[in-house]
């Protein structure tokens, strides 16, 4: 299984942006989960999408994040809006479990 994440960057609070993680490996898609791992911080769960579509957020990013898959493109996607500076951090995808092989995650950092 491999992961590629993208679609991170530096923007301003207030600001959006959108990420990806095109899962390869796989005959097709598990539940999903999107991490992140601040600079003090272990990796957390924000968000998670299972198979039926049913959707799960940290309290952090709820009402800001939205998780979302294209199942026949093997892709997650974190539409991340009105950012704050404590969004920043690496993030990563993997299945609702994280026993899958990491990647090497997007970085995005918020500043004013």
């Known amino acids: 299984v491999q992961l590629v994440e993208s679609g991170g960057g530096l923007v301003q609070p207030g600001e959006s942006l959108r990420l990806s993680c095109a899962v390869s490996?796989?005959?097709?898609?598990?539940?999903m989960a999107w991490y992140r791992q601040g600079p003090k911080n272990q990796r957390e769960v924000l968000a998670t999408?299972?198979?039926?579509?049913?959707?799960n957020y940290d309290d952090s990013v709820k009402g800001r994040f939205i998780i979302s898959r294209d199942d026949r493109k093997k892709t997650v996607y974190l539409q991340m809006n009105a950012l704050k500076s404590e969004d920043t951090a690496v993030y990563y995808c993997?299945?609702?479990?994280?026993?899958?092989?990491w990647g090497q995650g997007t970085q995005v950092t918020v500043f004013s």
């Open positions: 993997n299945n609702r479990w994280g026993d899958w092989p």
């Open positions: 490996g796989v005959l097709f898609l598990a539940d």
């Open positions: 999408l299972n198979t039926a579509g049913i959707t």
